[in-house]
């Protein structure tokens, strides 16, 4: 993320993407003369150019400023395991081999690369502890070529250095592998992610943030609207209620949530246990609460596990037309918007008990310790039965209709331009929503977006049916990733001989039917 990047790093960056040179990955690779007519090739992580040096991403992270102000990265070369220890996904394989070979071939050669550089859209934490994929936020050509300068086949490992070769001394390398620390690896070399503190809602240090009434917090909706009289902020400044920044605060995107604080005070996160010179704090449990308009108290509205939480705003994700800002996240599954009817909890304000809820956004609650023994202990106790009612961790308690769409229709037009003659028949309920031809004649293709990299889809009884029917001839098109330019597709088709679904990398789907029920009226 922006905050990790080394400050001569970033301004670099900052000043490349000023000046326009921060492009799509396709313009970006076409400018640099690569070839991206073959499918998928502006998603690979390297590039041999006909008759040019070759080209490879750097993640700016990952860069140290070395001796006399020189830069270089230290870059894995390993085509089994991520930098978290975990392995590959299959389709990830194919373009690390490619990355590691082109780099090994740099080295040998003695050949300058260029490099396009990268900042990610998830902190290094995220990427290695929390195993999450990674996702570019902004991408830039350099204009100084990078030369490998050393590799270290024992671990796996190259440098990277900018400019004229020049090699990092044994202390540099080490404080640039630091950066991706926790990270453990065994004699035998398999990985596996170190060891993290398990999230605790008893004692993790908790911040209240007083925002807007609605029911999800999942974008604008005419069955859900902020309540105007607890929005005098926006009303006051002329901006119509629509534009709500904490109307998303518990909004999915892309497996977390970026929580709104209301006027964008800076946050006190020495308060929350940082350090003064600290930028963030991780693991702190955040309640959000909101005037009830028919009760006129302020009450828990709902909650984030395990947040990152920023002095100021560093987080945005766009909705339409509006960019909405953030300083608060947290893994989606973690967050919990909770019901009207579960919104029990009263928070005191200061015009009525010292130490209360005042005219900040932000209520650090260090006054009143027994109403945040009650807020815990009613958390706990509502993951206990969401957990035992449900078999799973929560989840915000509303799906975000207009991300749901916006997946489902990329899923479509993706599954559209990949099958041959294809037609839309997904209004019709045939139990299928594609039809389309192979060399044996018509199939029924069955289309789902995911908006993560997780392969966990349901089919309606109708669809599930029909895929019984059909198997022969049925296919289930999944798409992950939908709304990212790495989005991808898994052509999933009905093996006899193992009497599986099985994709093309060979994956299986564990199909677990649900019993479901109809419900008349009798005679």
Known sequence: MDWEVERTVFDYVEEQRLAGRSRGITETLKLANVDVSTKGEQFEWAWRRRGMTPAITVWSESIEVG????????????SDHRRSGKPWLPLEVPREQRRSAIIREAFRGHTPMLAFLQINRWSVEDLVVRDRTSEVSVRVQDRVPWHVAAIDEARKTA?????????????????????????????GGSGSSAARPAFDVMTAPILLVNCAWMQRYAGPADDDPVVADNFKYFWGEGHPASDAHEQWNFADTDGRVYGYVPRSPQINISRLGAGPSAEHVEHILVVFISRDPAENVLKVVGWY???????REVF????????????ISAPASTAVALPVADRRIVIPTAKREAGGVGQSPLWYAEEH???????RAFIARYRRAEHKSTGRSGSPRQPDLETRLKVEKAAMDLAMAYFDRAVDVSKEAKGWDIEAVDSEGPIMIEVKGLSGQNVCVELTPNEFAKMQEHQDRYILFVVTGALTQSRTGRVFRYDAQRAAWVSGQQERLAIAPIVAARCTLTD
């Open 67 to 78: 001796a006399a102000g020189r830069w270089f990265a230290v870059e894995e070369i390993d």
């Open 159 to 187: 440098v990277l250095v900018r400019g004229e070769v020049w090699q990092p001394s044994a202390e540099e390398i080490e404080t640039a592998l630091q950066r991706w620390q926790p990270r453990v690896r065994d004699a």
């Open 305 to 311: 596990e395990d947040a990152s939480v920023h002095r």
């Open 316 to 327: 945005t994700h766009d909705r339409g037309v509006l960019t909405v800002s953030a300083a």
């Open 369 to 375: 310790p027994e109403k945040v023994s009650e807020i």
